[in-house]
């Protein structure tokens, strides 16, 4: 078959034996962990006898991204770096994958050869294996994987976080968002922005290293900082109060938005970690982040009731948010 | 919230939690296996130490179905059981799934709840429970299941078929395309068709017997007999002759098409065992199905090469068909 055929040409059949000849070639260093790989029914993983930690999420054209602003690898890595974020989130560490693909007949083999490698190679950076997936024709490109991880210790939970828990990120907060702001207008964002979007870090070592030393509560920032502590509150039965003054936000936000609270409390996609951290364990896992090299900053804290509460600068409350179904982005802009 | 409302008043957040609640409600007998069920970042289950197996499955509007063929629940149902079917066709006992739903905003959310619902209680059914998933928009509904089970022995493979093998089917053949027959040309087929498309039954405790009793090959009938057979063939690296008057046809089949080969052969979404059986064991299994009540039939026998040869009633070969893509329905008509 030739590369650029569409997949309508190259046929189903012919493409899926080719693709799981490849992704099995590929897979020398988990052969241990896998008794049959891609090609058959399905794949058999032969796990150590430790809890599985399993997630699922969807990147859909037209609502996720639009074709031209991802190269299909690209597109194929985002997939696997936002469901390894959601075990980092768990503190597992990442073993297998499925990669369920929908995509017009007019797709092109090559295209669809490189999305597949992207998802492969980004999984395989973190300890996985694509092990299996479907591929269904449909009018829209959709990535929907499946990932599986174990569990070696106590997972980060959303139910755990209790008032007077120090609240932390990872990283910096807007990044991603503020790259999408390019983006829906059809602008190429800064380089150091797209990366931040393009390729979220999972932040698995840190999310292991944390849960170790005894943190419980913890989950990746996907909707949004402001959307994901309702999350955290509302799972605890707690609330909660950010402090705008102390977002952590990157030079190239700061530049954008001197506060950054038009992309770091509203904006979604940052992949960090929001943590809930008893006060005694404040020094343990500073040292932690400290050791990794990653960026690990307190935004607030867990307090009793339900409310989010947003701090300004001055030390002022901007008022209560309750949740997203209520949230409008104007709201938190004082 | 009022159950007609679409989800876009709902509000994604607001769906979720009322399903998260629901799910976690119907999980009493597996909690021993689910430590983080529903609502986290990931569900977190504990297997038993056996290896896993795991798959998954699109089904796409305006690929797989159109509006109108199936109720919400019926959808949900038929996502878990071509699914459990990919289980069953490794003869692993299902133990948990996990769904992706892409839908468009006026999808209500009485409809979606039916869905999952439907989806939950079939899985529930042969013993596994749903413990996650993911929501997005789009403008087409699509489900995407992943589900895992565990082996607790051999599994049936597509790679072990070895000339001599005589090749069983289960159930009988064609009955989902004749069913699908009517509704693209926008029918109520037959309810006994209807059913056998809309709720395929997945033989798992057909193929575990089977397995446990030294069976090594076989697989799930999704493409048709013809292509299926082409893969078996393919993954071996053998041949295989079918036998056009052995193959086991329903009443309703017959009586639209009396020797079958434009449904059955052709036809896929049967979702029946197709196993390649040494001859030694064909006493064993054929016990092991009268036991369970499943009809077992033989229709033909791997041979040497890399042919699907089909033999016409009278013993004449139709001529060799060298697989799907090289494959059109008029060919193997008579």
Request: aromatic share 10%.
């Given at each position: 078959m030739a590369d650029d055929d569409p997949l309508s040409d190259v046929g189903e059949h012919a493409f899926l034996d080719a693709l799981c000849r490849r992704l099995r070639n590929g897979q020398g260093r988990f052969s241990l962990r896998i008794a049959i790989g891609p090609g058959d029914d399905a794949a058999v993983v032969w796990p150590s006898g430790r809890p599985l930690v399993m997630t699922t999420d969807a990147l859909v054209e037209g609502?996720?991204?639009?074709?031209?602003?991802?190269s299909p690898a690209e597109l194929g890595a985002r997939a696997a770096l936002v469901n390894l974020s959601d075990l980092a989130a768990m503190a597992a560490e990442p073993t297998n994958a499925l990669l369920a693909v929908t995509a017009p007949s007019s797709f092109q083999a090559r295209q669809l050869d490189a999305l597949i490698d992207g998802c492969a190679a980004a999984l395989a950076e973190h300890?996985?294996?694509?092990?299996g997936g479907n591929l269904s024709r449909s009018p829209l490109l959709t990535l929907t994987l499946t990932a599986i991880g174990e569990l070696h210790g106590e997972p980060l939970r959303r139910d755990t976080a209790r008032p007077g828990d120090r609240l932390f990120v990872s990283g910096t907060l807007g990044d991603a968002s503020a790259a999408l702001s390019f983006l829906l207008r059809d602008e190429r964002p800064p380089e150091v922005l797209r990366s931040r979007w393009v390729s979220p870090t999972p932040r698995l070592e840190l999310a292991r290293r944390l849960a170790g030393a005894g943190v419980r509560t913890g989950l990746d920032l996907s909707d949004g900082l402001l959307v994901d502590t309702g999350h955290l509150c509302r799972a605890s039965g707690v609330g909660a109060r950010l402090r705008l003054d102390h977002l952590p936000l990157s030079a190239a936000v700061r530049a954008l938005?001197?506060?950054?609270?038009?992309?770091?409390?509203?904006?979604?996609?940052?992949y960090e970690l929001l943590l809930a951290v008893s006060p005694q364990l404040v020094e343990r896992i500073t040292g932690i982040a400290r050791d990794l090299g990653t960026p690990l900053h307190e935004i607030g804290e867990i307090i009793e009731g339900s409310k989010v509460e947003l701090m300004g600068e001055?030390?002022?409350?901007?008022g209560p948010v309750e949740g997203f179904d209520h949230f409008h982005q104007a709201e938190v802009r004082p």
């Open positions: 609502v996720h991204f639009r074709s031209g602003w991802l300890g996985a294996a694509l092990v938005d001197g506060r950054g609270v038009g992309f770091a409390i509203p904006g979604g996609e940052d001055d030390g002022r409350p901007l």
